[in-house]
């Protein structure tokens, strides 16, 4: 079904397609004249250091679905947030401005790859039980590594999804200089009701 849809969109049968962002990776519609980008900005002010390039990436890729033909296209952005470095090199598929502009926050903020994290998460079924965990993992973890080792803790807080499966999920979040160092703290996490995820690709 997939194929015959992808196939009526080439061909030209059918005249609007409205869809996830899914649409904006990898397909190729000789026939698209217009591409709209409805709150294209939502994602951008998530509590994730990779909001503003995942930002970037979705607007980039969606204005590139037209401009491939010898016809006039045009790229609508929705965007409560226009000066946005991601939505303006985004619009530009202006990918080393936006690496210039990006870099320099990540550096400011000690984020990847200036840092390296250490994401760990709790799932109970209490919400006090998920928070007192947290808790006591994050006292730990700074008495064991004050941050004269150059280790920070952010946390706890509850998670972006607090509730998962009917469970209490919590989050610390560990940044360090040295890798080795979140390696050796992952090992002491209790395996029961915690995970631990060194290098996450998102904090959410």
Known sequence: SVAQ????????????IVGTQQIAKGLDLPNLAVVGIVQADAGLNLPDFGARERTFQLIAQAVGRVGRGADKTTAIIQSFQPDAAAVQFGAKQDFWDFYDAEIHERAHAKFPPFANLLKLTNSYKAEKSAASSAQKIADLIREKYPTETGTFILGPTPAFYERARDNYRWQVVVRATRR???AAIAKQIPPSHWTAEIDPVSLI
């Open 5 to 16: 849809i992808y196939d009526e969109l080439r061909d030209g049968r059918v005249d609007i």
């Open 180 to 182: 080795e160092t979140l």
